[in-house]
C-alpha cells in the first residue's frame, strides 16, 4: 500500500496510562507525519477480563488527547474466524498439537525437577517452558483426549517450526522515533519454547491474532513499546509459517514510574483518566511522556 498504516492495539482490561499515552501519540503523530492512517484495535480476546467500560475508557481517553483514527474501530472478538483459520493452517501442516497439562501440573514438574538440581530454562520474560511431553503423544491418543473433552492449548511445535526456516530469521528494526535508520535484528524465536497459539475455549492468542490482524489490515509499520522486542521472534516466525508480509518495527522506550519500573494498569496514579480528573491538560500529557 501507498498509503503509510499505523495502528494502537491496547487490550481493555484496564484503564490506559502514560506509557499506553506516548505510544498512541507516537503512532498519531507518526501517521500525521507521513500523511498515513491511524488505526485502533481493541485486543479483547481475553474475555474475562475485557469490559466495555474499559474499552469506553479508552475511548474516552485517546479522543480527549485529540487523537483520530480511522473507523471502524477492529475488535478482535469479532474476528474469531480469521485466526481460526490461521490455526487450521498451522494444524494441517503438524506445526502445532493440542498440549494437556495444567498450570499446576506444570509448575509441580518444573519444581520438582528444579528440586533435583536441573535449572528449568526459562523465556525472556522469566516464565518456565512448557516442557512438552504431549509431543510424544500419538495421534490416536490426542484425539481420544479432545474427544472426552479434556482442557489443552494449542502450542506451536517451536523444533518443527524453527526446521522449516533452516534456523534463519530476521526483522527490520528502525533506529529512531522519526523511522530514519535500521538494522537487521536475528530472532530467536526458540528462546520462547513452545508457545501458546490458542486455547480449546478462545481459538487465538496474542501472537497468533497480532500477526493475522496486521497482515489483514495491510500495516507495514509496528510501532510499540520496548517490552515487545524480544517477542517479535515468535511473531515472525508465525509470519514466514503463514505467508504474511513482514512489517518493519519501531520498539519504543518505556515510561517508567517513580520507582523506575514499567508502568502497569494497576498504577491508578499514572492513568490518563486520574491525571484529567486531577486538572492535567492533554498539553501537560504529551509534556509528560516528552511529545
Known amino acids: 500500500m ?38 485502533l484495535r481493541i485486543e479483547d480476546i481475553d474475555l474475562a477480563r475485557s469490559t466495555p467500560e474499559f474499552e469506553a475508557g479508552i475511548y474516552r481517553d485517546l479522543a480527549w488527547l485529540g487523537i483520530e483514527w480511522q473507523r471502524p474501530v477492529r475488535r478482535q472478538s469479532e474476528h474469531f474466524g480469521d ?9 494441517a501442516e503438524e506445526l502445532v498439537y493440542p498440549a494437556f497439562m495444567s498450570r499446576g501440573e506444570i509448575r509441580a514438574f518444573i519444581a520438582d ?11 525472556p520474560d522469566g516464565v518456565p ?13 490426542r484425539e481420544r483426549r479432545m474427544a472426552d473433552g479434556a482442557p489443552f492449548a494449542w502450542r506451536l511445535d517451536m523444533d518443527a517450526a524453527w526446521a522449516r526456516l533452516d534456523g534463519r530469521l530476521s526483522w527490520t528494526e528502525f533506529s529512531s522515533e522519526e523511522l530514519a535508520g535500521s538494522e537487521q535484528v536475528e530472532a530467536r524465536p526458540e528462546q520462547w519454547g513452545d508457545v501458546v497459539l490458542a486455547r480449546k475455549e478462545v481459538p487465538t492468542s496474542y501472537h497468533l491474532s497480532v500477526v493475522v490482524d496486521d497482515a489483514l489490515k495491510g500495516v507495514p509499520h509496528v510501532v510499540r513499546g520496548r517490552a515487545l522486542y524480544a517477542a517479535t521472534g515468535v511473531q515472525r516466525l508465525l509470519q514466514e509459517l503463514l505467508g504474511l508480509p513482514a512489517p518493519h518495527y519501531f520498539h519504543h522506550r518505556l515510561i517508567l514510574g517513580p ?33
Open 2 to 39: 501507498n498509503t503509510p498504516v499505523f495502528r494502537f492495539a491496547p487490550s481493555p482490561n484496564g484503564e490506559l496510562h502514560l506509557g499506553h499515552a506516548y505510544s498512541a501519540l507516537l503512532n498519531a503523530r507518526l501517521a500525521e507525519r507521513m500523511g498515513g492512517r491511524l488505526l
Open 83 to 91: 485466526y481460526e483459520s490461521a490455526l487450521n493452517r498451522l494444524i
Open 113 to 123: 525437577t528444579e528440586k533435583r538440581g536441573r535449572l528449568w530454562p526459562r523465556d
Open 129 to 141: 517452558l512448557y516442557p512438552a511431553f504431549d509431543k510424544a503423544l500419538s495421534r490416536r491418543e
Open 259 to 291: 520507582d523506575g519500573r514499567k508502568l502497569s494498569k494497576s498504577l491508578g496514579d499514572s492513568g490518563i483518566a486520574a491525571l484529567r480528573e486531577r486538572g492535567a491538560s492533554a498539553a501537560d500529557v504529551r509534556k509528560m511522556v516528552g511529545i
